[in-house]
């Protein structure tokens, strides 16, 4: 069954390479991963443009494991050389946009739901969430599912990991701040220049660690992303404003981020535009750690964000494809990553859920 299930999730991705899914526009590819619960008698509910379901012998009073990845994609970028929305194969190659971000791990995990679903006596129930509006972090994606599917008590999020086990994830804050000065004329002297008062406040930005590290995610990375100011040559600016991308470790919830940068940071003001995106982790001594480091997966902390920042519960980032080919230019995934990814995935829940 592994087989032919997995040639049909390399057929499926290719329907979805070949659907336009941009964030929040995911309603046709939403219908092709309707198609396969269909075929496969499987009883599933589609909530707009997330489409999920539970295994057949669900059990109210067993723990709850979460699978899920998306089907909304990123523009392609103006470097593609093919045409993004082709489904390419080519020595071994799957090329097309969001093949490798995230449709191979989805198809991979949807194919292994569906090798699951008519089991009897599982350890744990299983819902799948083939979710949308990952890459906008939009308000209906895997976050607005949290209050209609059964309670999660873990989660496998399918991101590409070279099916390497990602134990923790950075979260993120975006900041906005101004530093203010004295708006004036640029042929008068002026000693509260904003732009100059900037000087100060962006070395501040520089050199200021964050006192605890993380044994899977390292340090706090806190980095001005963008300085704007002034309208004409002659004038000086009341204001400058500065965007600042903070990427979180476990040792901090976002809140006392917040808190730190408001009391400390020598700007005028600094406001956050969000604090959901917390950083999120799994115990090392879960089973799902524990199983898979004893099939030969390596553990690490992942520095990029995924749809794990609005889950609040342990959760474990793994999935087939590199996750440096992401948002790249002829994105592609290997046929044979798919392949071993839906046999790993497998593997792995035989070990923890059978």
Request: charged share 20%.
């Amino acid at each position: 069954m592994i087989e032919q299930l997995t040639q049909e999730a390399i057929t499926l991705l290719k329907q979805l390479i070949e659907t336009q899914s941009f964030s929040s526009e995911e309603d046709i590819t939403a219908s092709h991963i309707e198609a396969w619960f269909k075929r496969y008698a499987i009883d599933y509910k589609r909530t707009k443009n997330n489409v999920w379901a539970v295994n057949k012998y669900f059990d109210n009073s067993k723990p709850t494991l979460l699978l899920n990845s998306h089907h909304d994609t990123v523009k392609p970028n103006s470097a593609y050389t093919n045409d993004p929305f082709k489904a390419i194969v080519d020595e071994g190659k799957l090329y097309g946009l969001g093949s490798n971000d995230a449709g191979g791990c989805l198809v991979a995990l949807i194919a292994t739901f569906t090798y699951f679903y008519n089991y009897k006596n599982l350890k744990y129930n299983l819902v799948i969430v083939a979710s949308a509006e990952e890459e906008s972090s939009g308000p209906n994606g895997l976050n607005s599912m949290l209050s209609i599917i059964p309670k999660v008590d873990v989660a496998i999020v399918g991101e590409p990991t070279l099916m390497n086990l990602a134990v923790a994830e950075k979260g993120l804050v975006v900041f906005d701040a101004v530093i203010e000065g004295t708006p004036s004329h640029a042929a008068h002297p002026n000693d509260n220049n904003a732009i100059y008062n900037s000087i100060e406040a962006l070395k501040w930005f520089q050199d200021f660690k964050f006192e605890r590290g993380s044994e899977a995610l390292g340090d706090v990375k806190l980095t001005v992303t963008q300085i704007n100011a002034g309208s004409q040559h002659n004038v000086v600016p009341g204001h400058v404003d500065l965007v600042i991308d903070v990427r979180v470790n476990d040792a901090y919830s976002n809140a006392e981020i917040a808190q730190i940068l408001q009391a400390q940071a020598p700007v005028t003001k600094i406001t956050p535009r969000s604090l959901r995106l917390n950083s999120s982790s799994i115990p090392m001594n879960h089973d799902l750690v524990k199983a898979g480091v004893d099939m030969g997966r390596t553990t690490y902390g992942s520095p990029t964000l995924s749809d794990q920042a609005v889950l609040f519960c342990p959760s474990l980032k793994l999935g087939p494809g590199d996750s440096t080919r992401s948002h790249s230019a002829n994105e592609f995934i290997f046929i044979k990553e798919i392949e071993e990814g839906i046999k790993i995935y497998v593997e792995l829940l035989n070990r923890v859920i059978v």
